[in-house]
């Protein structure tokens, strides 16, 4: 036998429970300690945005929600207002305060089944039915706003699909109270927990230098103290006018990415209740004739809006000449869509950002020299959505 | 010194307090539902299965202008005009294809004549797949209706134009 370095080749995924879908990992062992880890992509492929690139502009929202399907308000409002901007439409100041308040649910939604899933990994196995019993409201809620539990397709061009419904504040407001008491329960269970400080401090380090250049975003990023957020440097959708504070950590281990995110949920809870409270008065779609829909009410009664409701529907509309790239903060990260339009009623070219894709490149310098358990922990504490990832 | 008190506080002080949350939560009634026993009422709005509506005298709404089949993100719907006797036009083919629906409501909202609408019916598996191709005659309520399905529906228009509004 010679001296020379062993090592061994384990496949992991894309059936493997913690890759948090069709994952596959290729990895290099030596021993229980990774050599190298490479993420294998595109198991899930729908062809989601060239299926974008063949529809109506706005057909193209329910393709939308089933890129990340933990967050479709965010996917919804990525896309409606990269095309609000691609036509210049200005909604009106009640629709940029539901959907703040909506996506900022979204957010609190998705990172409780981060929560419940990455603690699972781990062994929290009580977490996860904490985690989706407090999910289970805001389901609810999209429910009663859209009608739909999981791809709402609630938040369309130019404003929202229908007026919020009757009951909206109460509901928002028992969401808000019930989630920042259990919040504490959380705290108990995790934060101080030590066999979950064992298991993610120190566990998957990136450095801030490493995270900017692999264009990291989210919470990913602001784990290793870089501050950015699209929300704060960008803001969109009047972010402007609330007041939240971005967590940031220190050592950009998973550890401080689990701070950070408990600490969004409870921000998000702040802004959503500034919404609920600072909500104006008004009509749910902007007032665009021939690009926005007509409210269902009018289209009934008035000869104008049955016309332009015709037009639309099955015509669409023609958009400008240009491109336009908006960013939101979705929450894995920045939600980049970036569409072309050629004067026809259908896009040239929908390109979309992917915050888990782009994150999840950074895979291999999270587990590089960790031990095998602790890649478990690295593909947890990115937070994927593989729906998003291969699109 | 101090990590070593850290760390023990953390298993001695710590750690039971997030066991009593675990226990704590065996004493609390069990959020779950005991499902196909007792279901959850949907919200108003929830979308379930297409059905087509009537008008109060049985005629049916659907006059096959296709802004349904136009709208459908998944091209799930197909239909076929004809003209009765009077010179109106209805659908004599109206197929939907569930295996393709998405559920987004997107053709309920196009419908201009109020005819298409989800219901709160969500629960219709099978084991073929041509019983998932639903035509006009599974989709249209049934006339004179005994029980009115959708009096949970809170749609502004509907109340307007509703089936059973117009009685006085």
């Not at chain 1, 539901?98 to 998705?110: I, K, P």
Request: hydrophobic letters at 40%; one cysteine or more.
């Amino acid at each position: 036998m010679s001296a020379e370095k062993k090592t061994i080749t384990l496949n992991m995924g894309p059936q493997h429970p913690s890759t948090h879908g069709v994952l596959r990992v290729k990895l290099e062992l030596d021993g229980e300690r990774v050599v190298t880890a490479e993420p294998i992509i595109g198991y899930l492929h729908t062809g989601i945005e060239k299926t974008m690139e063949s529809m109506l502009y706005y057909k193209a929202i329910p393709a939308t929600d089933r890129m990340d399907y933990l967050a479709p308000m965010s996917n919804n409002l990525g896309y409606c207002l990269a095309v609000e901007k691609l036509m210049d439409i200005e909604v009106p100041e009640k629709v940029k305060w539901a959907r703040v308040c909506l996506v900022e649910l979204t957010r609190v939604a998705s990172h409780l089944v981060w929560l419940g899933t990455h603690s699972m990994d781990l062994g929290a196995m009580s977490m996860l039915i904490y985690a989706f019993r407090e999910r289970e409201l805001i389901i609810d809620l999209y429910e009663a706003c859209g009608g739909q539990r999981m791809m709402t397709s609630y938040i369309r061009i130019g404003g929202l699909a229908s007026d919020l419904p009757a009951d909206f504040e109460k509901k928002v407001r028992n969401i808000i109270k019930t989630i920042r008491e259990k919040m504490k329960d959380y705290d108990k269970l995790l934060t101080e927990n030590p066999i979950f400080i064992m298991r993610t401090k120190g566990v998957a380090v990136i450095s801030a230098e490493d995270a900017i250049n692999y264009c990291l975003s989210g919470p990913m990023l602001r784990g290793c103290g870089v501050d950015y957020d699209v929300r704060k440097a960008n803001p969109y959708s009047g972010y402007e006018n609330f007041d939240f504070d971005v967590p940031l950590g220190k050592n950009g281990d998973a550890y401080d990415r689990y701070l950070i995110r408990m600490e969004e949920m409870r921000q998000s809870l702040k802004i959503a209740e500034q919404a609920i409270d600072g909500m104006p008065e008004g009509p749910y779609r902007a007032h665009v004739p021939g690009v926005v829909l007509p409210p269902k009410e009018d289209v009934l009664y008035k000869m104008e809006s049955m016309i332009f409701h015709f037009k639309i529907i099955t015509d669409g509309f023609k958009a400008p000449v240009g491109s336009v790239y908006q960013a939101i903060e979705s929450p894995r990260g920045e939600l980049g869509f970036y569409i072309t339009g050629d004067g026809t009623n259908i896009p040239r070219r929908v390109r979309v950002r992917p915050p888990s894709f782009v994150n999840l490149g950074a895979l291999p310098i999270l587990t590089e020299g960790y031990l095998l358990a602790d890649v478990v922990c690295a593909i947890g504490s990115i937070d994927i959505v593989l729906g998003e990832v291969d699109r | 010194m101090k990590e070593i008190l850290t760390a023990l506080g953390r298993i001695f002080i710590r750690m039971p307090i997030g066991m009593l949350v675990v226990l704590k939560h065996l004493f609390k009634k069990p959020v779950t539902l005991d499902y196909p026993r007792k279901k959850k009422p949907m919200a108003p709005r929830f979308m379930g299965r297409q059905y087509l509506e009537r008008y109060d005298d049985g005629s049916e709404r659907c006059v096959s202008c296709g802004l349904c089949a136009a709208a459908c993100p998944a091209d799930c719907i197909y239909m076929e005009p004809a003209e009765n006797e009077k010179g109106e036009r209805y659908a004599k083919v109206f197929e939907i294809n569930l295996l393709r629906c998405i559920f987004c409501g997107f053709c309920e909202e196009a419908c201009p004549e109020e005819a298409i609408f989800m219901g709160h019916h969500y629960e219709f598996s099978a084991d073929n797949r041509d019983s998932f191709i639903w035509t006009k005659e599974d989709m249209l309520v049934k006339h004179p209706r005994k029980d009115n399905p959708f009096k949970t529906l809170f749609r502004r228009v509907r109340k307007v134009y509703g089936v059973g509004e117009k009685k006085g």
